[in-house]
């Protein structure tokens, strides 16, 4: 390289050097009076009296408190809807026995047979033990209007009658509640 452009870059590194020394300088001061504003500050604030300090501890104990009696009274909630559910899944799953002993009544009724008292007996025992534990028979006769919020339409037939249109015309199956919720509608056949 010559000499000029070794003076070049020399004269340029030195401005540049000398630039950077000025900004940390001026970084360094605006540092020392920060340090100086938090070590005022930290003086200024003087320490909690003890009745203050004893009024913070209670009012964490009083939240603390407050959210723990919260964190009971949830988990025994969610503990109950844990019961109510897996009550739900047995009973679903007892509804279609429950349909077998209705059938089995009807037939034993046509056929005057012997056995219609015991087996009539059996299934009032079963829906008893079923009725106990929150399941109720949601009540639908023919007659009565159809409500689409309570009953399950299977199909609509032409009406016998004029006062039956809009109406339930026969029950093929039955609706069950467990508790408030409806856990099987009643399906229906309704006129038109």
């Not at 930290?42 to 959210?67: G, H, I, M, N, V």
């Not at 004029?162 to 856990?183: R, S």
Request: without cysteine.
């Amino acid at each position: 390289m010559s000499k000029k452009t070794k003076q070049a870059q020399e004269e340029n590194l030195d401005p540049q050097s000398e630039g950077t020394q000025k900004e940390q300088a001026a970084q360094n001061e605006a540092d020392n009076s920060h340090k100086d504003t938090k070590e005022t500050n930290q003086e200024s604030t003087p320490e909690p009296t003890p009745e203050e300090a004893l009024a913070q501890e209670k009012d964490r104990y009083l939240r603390l408190f407050a959210e723990f009696e919260n964190y009971k009274r949830r988990t025994s909630k969610e503990r109950m809807e844990l019961f109510k559910t897996a009550s739900h899944d047995v009973m679903v799953a007892l509804l279609p026995v429950l349909d077998d002993f209705d059938r089995a009544l009807k037939e034993l009724e046509k056929a005057d047979d012997p056995m219609f008292e015991g087996v009539t007996l059996i299934r009032n025992k079963f829906f008893e033990t079923l009725k106990q534990k929150g399941l109720a028979l949601i009540e639908t006769e023919s007659g009565t209007v159809f409500d689409a919020d309570q009953h399950e339409a299977i199909t609509q037939i032409p009406a016998p009658s004029d006062e039956l249109k809009g109406k339930i015309i026969d029950v093929i199956e039955k609706g069950y509640k467990l508790g408030e919720k409806i856990i099987r509608y009643p399906k229906v056949v309704i006129g038109q």
